[in-house]
């Protein structure tokens, strides 16, 4: 069975740790590798290899860096099918969301590209008499990243082009149910003519986490994942010195006014609810049902449901995978047992549908007559569960929203121009959509929720994330008189 191992220095570097955790494909229940650990010695070495490839890495030109940053995304595009395919393998997620998953990565090398633009500085001739004032961007150093097993590919996308592309060089340290995909494209960067060093990839499990949180030289951390091990992240990597950006998780709501189209309404529920499994953090985990839209949104999402397709992500036929492990399996079914006793009404359980496998897969499950005292409307299931809460006015359903602990992003379903302006000034969220249920930003923007979806003040990628990997710099410089210089510069003299 392969043994997937860290690249560190630009080669492939086996463990020495002794300690391994199985892969699993989650389509058949099947180990298909086993991951290797990292040991407190080897993430060590991931450090000091990158600490030495920085001291050359930040002196690289931006038209050397841009470069390479171009023949990276080349690469990616077009090995993007093998990148889905270890996505399919080890996530589980269907190959269409696979491919989407790398397009969106794609995007933030593409705004990395133009990483000379986003470092020019500003300057000031003369602020006092032969005094000039100018700032610069230099990079931080050492950087890391902890990535989530839902976006193995996209997520460390989000960080590493950035990153690298502003002087810092970049460990990533994914997570270790999926670990081929992200171990895939550093390898690409390699190809691409990184040095070594620039981009290393540890495997590991918290004992690797927290000798990054503590290490000295490591001076910035990103992470995405849960909002209790995004706030240990945070006050671990800030407790010593470290720069950090968080971001956990979250509790998406729909408002659906009853001026809605309810087929685009239902479409984008269903959608949003179930791709991917419902794993992601933009997942709309909650429709808010305003007023007597309620029934028929229910009806036209219950329709499209029993028409949902799930399967195993390699077949072209299915629009859902299974679960990432037995585990996340079994937790979502329980969650829905939940809500039955707590006494929503149940549409549609996915805990009925059969499958024919040894698989991680559950059906999907829609709960109505929702109320926010469940444990279905306050914690965050992450599966494919959708909850319909019923309300009476626009007001209440914008306050659920404020009242929620998460505030990554919501969404309004609504003809009314006047109502969507409204909504996007009062949702309290980072990450707002009017009719599009996943307001994920493009590449030139930036990506991060509110409340306890952030920790930390700076969200990921985009500017936000050049703005991360960078600190700023003043000089002020004072030059004698031009006239008064040994050096004759043409200058009229007194004579």
């Given at each position: ?144 990243g902890i990535t989530p097993f839902?976006?193995?590919a996209m997520v460390p996308l ?338």
């Amino acid at each position: 069975m392969e043994t997937i191992h860290h690249l560190i220095d630009g080669v492939a570097s086996p463990s020495a740790s002794g300690v391994t955790k199985p892969v699993f494909n989650p389509a058949t229940g099947e180990q298909t590798a086993s991951l290797a650990m990292a040991s407190l010695a080897e993430v060590d070495a991931a450090v000091a290899s990158s600490q030495a490839a920085f001291q050359e890495w930040r002196h690289v030109s931006l038209a050397r860096r841009i470069k390479l940053m171009h023949a990276f995304r080349n690469l990616l595009e077009v090995n993007q099918a093998e990148v889905a395919r270890r996505l399919t393998a080890e996530h589980g997620k269907v190959t269409s969301d696979a491919l989407g998953e790398v397009a969106r990565g794609l995007e933030n090398i593409e705004y990395a590209c133009g990483i000379a633009e986003m470092l020019k500085g500003a300057y000031n001739e003369s602020a006092s008499s032969g005094v000039d004032v100018y700032s610069v961007r230099q990079p931080l150093g050492v950087v890391a990243g902890i990535t989530p097993f839902n976006f193995p590919a996209m997520v460390p996308l989000w960080m590493i082009p950035n990153a690298i592309a502003t002087g810092n060089t970049f460990i990533l340290k994914p997570s270790e149910r999926d670990p081929s995909a992200p171990l895939f494209i550093a390898e690409l960067a390699q190809e691409a003519g990184f040095p070594p060093g620039v981009l290393n990839v540890v495997n590991g499990d918290k004992l690797a986490v927290d000798r990054l949180l503590e290490h000295p030289d490591v001076k910035a951390v990103s992470f995405v994942g849960s909002s209790p091990i995004a706030h240990y992240v945070y006050e671990t990597g800030s407790k010593h010195g470290k720069r950090v950006q968080a971001l956990g998780g979250a509790k998406n709501h729909m408002i659906v006014l009853p001026d809605a189209d309810i087929d685009l309404a239902a479409d984008s529920a269903v959608s949003a609810a179930y791709g991917s499994a419902g794993e992601r953090c933009m997942a709309i985990s909650v429709v808010v049902a305003v007023g007597d839209v309620a029934d028929p949104l229910v009806d036209a999402i219950k329709v499209r449901m029993d028409k949902l397709v799930i399967g195993d992500g390699t077949d072209p036929s299915s629009e859902m995978g299974p679960l990432i492990t037995e585990e996340a399996r079994d937790r979502v079914n329980d969650y829905v047992g939940q809500g039955a006793a707590a006494g929503a009404t149940v549409v549609v359980d996915g805990r009925d549908t059969q499958f024919n496998n040894n698989g991680f897969f559950t059906g999907v499950t829609l709960l109505d007559n929702v109320t926010t005292d469940m444990s279905v409307y306050q914690d965050e299931i992450f599966g494919p569960v959708l909850s319909v809460v019923r309300v009476d006015t626009y007001q209440q359903g914008v306050k659920l929203i404020e009242d929620n602990r998460w505030g990554n992003g919501a969404a309004l379903f609504t003809r009314d121009g006047g109502a969507a302006r409204r909504f996007q000034e009062e949702a309290d969220a980072g990450m707002v959509g009017i009719n599009v249920p996943i307001p994920v930003p493009v590449g030139y923007h930036s990506f991060g929720g509110w409340k306890d979806s952030l920790y930390g003040d700076t969200t990921m990628y985009g500017p936000e994330g050049v703005k991360f990997y960078t600190k700023a710099k003043v000089i002020t410089s004072r030059w004698p008189d031009p006239s008064t210089s040994s050096v004759d510069l043409g200058f009229p003299t007194n004579d």
